[in-house]
T-cell receptor
């Protein structure tokens, strides 16, 4: 049973560029949440997708957007990259958001903005 | 506003010791309190979780103690091993909402 997978593993971009990160949820899960983890910090919630719609959003600017596909996989897009966007981006999957949140995390994508 | 406060920031114990990590929360609507373990270069892995209707939960060498009136919960690791050296995060949420994480505790278990 495959767990949560993310791609790519590492990514280097320059300021002002755009990036797309991808996530496939754990088998049987239909809800995907994205988190940003800065070095030495806990994960910070970006947004959650369920039934192909954004259901919740954390305190992140509109430069951060996402999408969920019919097979429940998801993308995170970040436009106009800033140096401060350098972080580990984590995807977590779970069952429908109405349930208690037992979330399973992927290995993350390490984004470096130069 | 930090809704989940975690302490200490770092912890060093000898093999066999019992490290204790503490968390305090503010939102009384939270009803789910998980602990995650993270190794360098990896995503957080769910260790154990508790709901506020019980005061203690044990899974293997890991125990959560929960004090609803004090709005605090803690993780105890019995008979700690060098392989337990990692960063530990507490979190909290209410049904249907995102996890709010503490800032993490880096644990080092010396042999």
């Amino acid at each position: 049973d495959a767990g949560v997978t993310q791609s790519p593993t590492h990514l280097i971009k320059t300021r002002g560029q755009q990036v797309t990160l991808r996530c496939s949820p754990k088998s049987g899960h239909d809800t995907v949440s994205w988190y940003q983890q800065a070095l030495g910090q806990g994960p910070q919630f970006i947004f959650q997708y369920y039934e192909e719609e954004e259901r919740q959003r954390g305190n992140f600017p509109d430069r951060f957007s996402g999408h969920q596909f019919p097979n429940y996989s998801s993308e995170l897009n970040v436009n106009a990259l800033l140096l401060g966007d350098s972080a580990l981006y984590l995807c977590a999957s779970s069952l429908a958001p109405q349930t208690h949140n037992e979330q399973f995390f992927g290995p993350g994508t390490r984004l470096t903005v130069l | 506003q930090q809704q989940v406060k975690q302490s200490p920031q770092s912890l060093i114990v000898q093999k066999g010791g019992i490290p204790i990590i503490n968390c305090a929360y503010e939102n009384t609507a939270f009803d789910y309190f998980p602990w995650y373990q993270q190794f360098p270069g990896k995503g957080p892995a769910l260790l154990i979780a508790i709901r506020p209707d019980v005061s203690e939960k044990k899974e293997g060498r890991f125990t959560i103690s929960f004090n609803k009136s004090a709005k605090q919960f803690s993780l105890h690791i019995m008979d700690s091993q060098p392989g337990d050296s990692a960063t530990y995060f507490c979190a909290a949420s209410r049904a249907g909402t995102a996890l709010i994480f503490g800032k993490g505790t880096t644990l080092s278990v010396s042999s």
